[in-house]
């Protein structure tokens, strides 16, 4: 049995393709096919002739996740499957990218980027997962409909903030925390503050949540207003931003409502049953999780969407522990959005925050434990199947054994040689030497010292 890896590089409306044997050798010529019906069956032509001239092969094809301009290829070689000896996979771009690099590879062209795919096989074959049909590509897809909608919303919000500062700046007192419909609904009929000078409070009362007493209100501030925009163009510009904003969030509302009806997966519900993660959230979470069972234990799971510490020291320098940070940044939207909602309405990381505060850090470090925590929290409910728990927690809590004093510890690192007083040090390096050799004075570990001078001198 002999095995062969095609690569495959996809750009918009056409893909480079390369074949490759166990050994990275080149077994047939780069080749290129459009994104067409002709292209993809030229390509089922070139596989089935490869295949006849090697009957004992097995064919391994990959594509990198591009954002959808896969999905036709990777498509039709899964129909492929039925006729031939072939498997196929999607491969993650990043991992892709950093092999090339340690490759060293000075040039970029898309039938050398077909090629490094093929490499990525045989050189990380355990990232590679065959014949996995996603299961999640259709709310994938939702979801970011949803996603770019809302940012297309929060642009507009800020566009509209702007605004509001010079035609109508009594109404910013009112979207201090957010935007309320009445003030969407509102600066459609009257944008700017002569707009509604001009208007009658049975008018204004007329509009969903504004009471008589607040119309009487409205109209008194806009009559004192300090606006310096009252022209109709910036009233125009104000009344088609707010129409704008309010078909945004109806249609926002109405694909939300179609994700939470066509959404039936059982990870979903679990991951409901945690306060603060309603069904949006959820899908979000499972869509770049895919599987817990593809962490192994819950420090992979942190580390992957990099909300772990990460603690650097290079030589002389030293950094304090921070967030990582690495990993797709939703993830960590996600995980904050949670955490800081949490904090009112969670007794779990309302408590876990305030002991975190306890420890004299600030709030967005406090904040960063709490999410943190939250994607233990979702470990654990994904690795056992099991709805959120409070007394979970604090059962677990009560089994930690409370934490010791820290004493004084060998260092392992010197076993060999003792500190020599004239090796070329920084002077950096040299009072951190000085403050460990006082450090095990002080605690009494001077033997492993003696040691290395012992065996020094033999």
Request: glycine fraction near 4%.
């Amino acid at each position: 049995m002999s095995y062969f890896y095609l690569g495959i590089d996809v750009s918009k409306g056409y893909a480079d393709f390369i074949m490759v044997d166990a050994s990275k050798n080149p077994v047939m010529e780069p080749f290129q096919l459009d994104d067409t019906k002709q292209g993809h069956s030229v390509l089922y032509q070139v596989l089935s002739r490869f295949l006849q001239q090697h009957p004992q092969a097995t064919i391994y094809a990959a594509v990198e996740s591009t954002g959808g301009y896969e999905d036709n290829w990777l498509n039709s070689l899964s129909s492929f499957q039925a006729r031939m000896n072939l498997h196929c996979a999607r491969l993650n771009p990043c991992g892709v990218h950093n092999n090339s690099k340690a490759s060293l590879n000075r040039i970029t062209t898309d039938a050398i980027s077909a090629r490094e795919v093929a490499e990525y096989m045989i050189t990380h074959p355990e990232k590679v997962y065959f014949d996995q049909e996603d299961r999640l590509a259709t709310l994938r897809k939702q979801y970011s409909f949803i996603s770019t909608l809302t940012k297309q919303k929060t642009q507009l919000l800020n566009q509209l903030e702007s605004l509001l500062y010079s035609s109508n700046p009594d109404i910013l007192a009112y979207c201090r925390d957010k935007t309320p419909q009445w003030v969407i609904s509102l600066l459609q009929k009257y944008p700017t503050a002569l707009d509604i000078a001009q208007a009658s409070p049975s008018s204004l009362a007329k509009i969903p949540y504004i009471t008589k007493k607040r119309a009487d209100e409205l109209i008194q501030q806009a009559q004192n207003s300090v606006a310096s925009a009252t022209d109709k163009i910036s009233s125009q510009l104000l009344a088609s931003l707010a129409q704008q904003i309010d078909h945004l969030q109806k249609t926002i509302n109405a694909q939300t409502k179609i994700l939470s009806d066509s959404c039936s997966l059982p990870e979903v519900e679990l991951l409901k049953s945690f306060p603060g993660i309603g069904t949006t959230t959820a899908v979000g979470l499972l869509l770049h999780i895919q599987t817990v069972h593809r962490f192994p234990d819950v420090k992979k799971f942190c580390a992957y969407f990099g909300v772990h510490p990460q603690f650097k020291e290079s030589g002389d320098g030293t950094w304090e522990f921070r967030m990582s940070k690495t990993g797709h940044p939703e993830v960590r939207r996600i995980l904050f959005m949670i955490a800081f909602s949490g904090i009112k309405s969670n007794p779990l990381l309302r408590d876990y925050y305030h002991r975190q505060r306890q420890k004299n850090i600030s709030k967005m470090v406090a904040l960063g434990a709490c999410m943190h925590k939250v994607a233990r929290v979702i470990y654990g409910m994904l690795k056992s199947g099991q709805p959120f728990n409070y007394e979970v927690d604090r059962r677990n809590r009560e089994r930690t054994p409370a934490s010791k004093p820290s004493k004084g510890r060998e260092n392992t690192q010197r076993r060999y040689q003792a500190y020599d007083s004239k090796a070329p040090v920084s002077r950096r390096q040299k009072k951190k030497r000085r403050e460990q050799g006082e450090s095990q004075s002080a605690h009494g570990t001077g033997v492993r010292v003696h040691r290395a001078c012992s065996l020094e001198e033999s």
